[in-house]
């Protein structure tokens, strides 16, 4: 068997800190490999990326998740206890728990809740004299949306606060420091709150309708019958709430392929669905999102020549993937036309993670992201003008998750086709 080429160095945990979504691909040039070897917190990790390398991590057989994600990610992004840590017949029982809210009604209801808060929202833009941030407006608006489709009660006056706690935990996952403690902070706080409503529903002093996500995770039961306890069950409710919300970066890039490619504006206003959804789609595989998964080998086996032994983390690259010239020509090049020939594997289009979504780790919200992104980008193209100030675009890939610097501002928001439009 063939050594896999090492990455220099006895420790390579800052590197990846200085380096975010690049990591992976920096050191794929630099040793002529798409796989190799590095140590981050000390212990050995084994690095690929590729449409060949996704189909291999997402082999259950191979692969196990359990205890694998780092601690201060569990902390802040992800939590302790939900599907993501689950593997075989248990991550796949609670994986259909997500699925039953993915019915074409059910999201059909998510798009025309995103659609009537955008509108609210755009409308009240249009009177604010300062800049309006985009990045946290979008989040405020998908939170609206959100917390209604799953049955969570969100009052007008705590949208500030709950919009930042979430978006707190999705920047606090790859931060140090204050950051960091910002975002267990937050977990800790959202987490106690949708406890305390789950215990509310169970012991019948909260009715909600039996469709929505709170009802179904609070009465959800394991493979032994047995009630999920109140914590993961939160947690649980917040893996819909916090990647939902976090689907306003997406947005935010969409504005920001728009204002950089003016052409597609002008082409999307009369574009029907499937164009719509080709920029859609190039704006997942073009932009950084989520940049890693990470999974450990179950039992040795060899791929391509290399051992992967028992106990091996092994680190998936998602972003570089989504960028794999292999998979993709000119990968570097923003090209929605691309996806007029794509072929639809589950495994080179990865932002959110590969695979089957019933049976592997990839994202259960994947359509609500699209879909809310089509909402956003008509409105963006269609319903509403703005200006884009001069500001910093710059995107910093060492920061995970990113977003243009600036977060994205406009000013001077203009609704006149809102109001041409019946009201809701």
Known sequence: ????????????????????????????????????ETRLMLRKVI?????????????EELFERKGVTPGRVNKTLLGEGGVQGLDDEAHRWRKQMFMSMMTPARLKDMKNAMSRHWDDAAIKWETMRDDIVLLDEAEKVIARAVFEWTGVPLEEADVEERTADIAAMIEGAGAVGRDHWRGRSARDRTEKWISDIIEDVRKKKRQVPEGTALYIIANHRDLKGRLMDKGHAAVDLLNILRPTVAIGRFIVFAALALHEHPEMRRKLKAAGDDEIEHFVQEVRRFYPFFPFQMARVRKEFQW????????????????????????????????????QEWDESAYNLIPQGGGDHYRNHRCPGEWITIDL????????????????????????????????????????????????????
């Open 373 to 424: 992104m089509k909402v956003a980008v008509r409105k963006l193209v269609s319903d509403m003008d703005y200006d884009i100030p001069e500001q910093d675009l710059e995107i910093d890939l060492s920061q995970m998750p990113t977003a243009p610097n600036s977060r994205f501002i406009i000013q001077n928001v203009r609704t006149s086709n809102l109001r041409l439009a019946p009201q809701h």
């Open 1 to 36: 068997m063939a050594q896999i080429p090492q990455d220099s160095g006895f420790d390579n945990t800052l590197s990846l800190a200085s380096d975010g979504y690049q990591f992976v691909r920096k050191r794929q040039r630099e040793l002529q490999s798409d796989i190799f």
């Open 47 to 59: 690095c690929i990326s590729g449409e060949e390398a996704s189909k291999l991590f997402y082999d």
């Open 304 to 339: 391509r020549g290399f051992t992967f032994p028992k106990g091996r983390k092994v680190m998936l690259d998602l972003h570089g993937t989504n960028r794999d010239p292999r998979s993709w020509k000119d990968p570097d090049e923003f090209r929605p036309e691309r996806f």
